[in-house]
């Protein structure tokens, strides 16, 4: 497949924020969902910002150090190998993003790494 190709592909299936598909329009799709539906779907989960992604991936090391319950079946459980990665892609972001943060995120990110790899080494001993 060639740059164009794939370029073709990602600009026939963009949907923009307000839910209508961009570029050409899209034939022989498979499924049952519909564009709205999509797009219902969507407008349900929160803008996705640097911050965001932080908070994720706050929850994953949470989730994953056995502190928080699963959402969809309510249990705990402790998997620390997986708890120290999502602390661990933190601490590189912490790194590649030095000088191309708002103050805010900058303090957001190292207060929650701060407080992760506390507790991270809490439930280590």
């Keep these: 497949m060639t740059d164009q190709t794939k370029e073709n592909i990602v600009k026939e299936t963009e ?3 307000d839910g209508e598909t961009s570029g ?3 034939e022989g799709t498979s499924g049952s969902s519909t ?3 999509r797009a219902g779907k969507e407008s349900q989960l929160p803008k996705i910002t640097f911050s965001t992604f932080i908070f994720s991936l706050n929850s994953s090391a949470l989730y994953h150090m056995g502190l928080v319950p699963d959402p969809t079946s309510g249990k705990k459980e402790k998997n ?8 661990d892609i933190l601490g590189m972001l912490d790194e590649k993003t030095k000088g191309n943060l708002t103050n805010d995120e900058e303090k957001l990110l190292r207060h929650i790494l ?3 790899r506390l507790m991270y080494v809490k439930e280590r001993s």
Excluded: N, V
């Design 15 to 17: 949907i923009s924020s």
């Design 24 to 26: 050409k329009k899209q």
């Design 35 to 37: 564009s709205g539906e």
């Design 80 to 87: 620390l190998p997986l708890a120290k990665q999502s602390i």
């Design 114 to 116: 701060h407080d992760l």
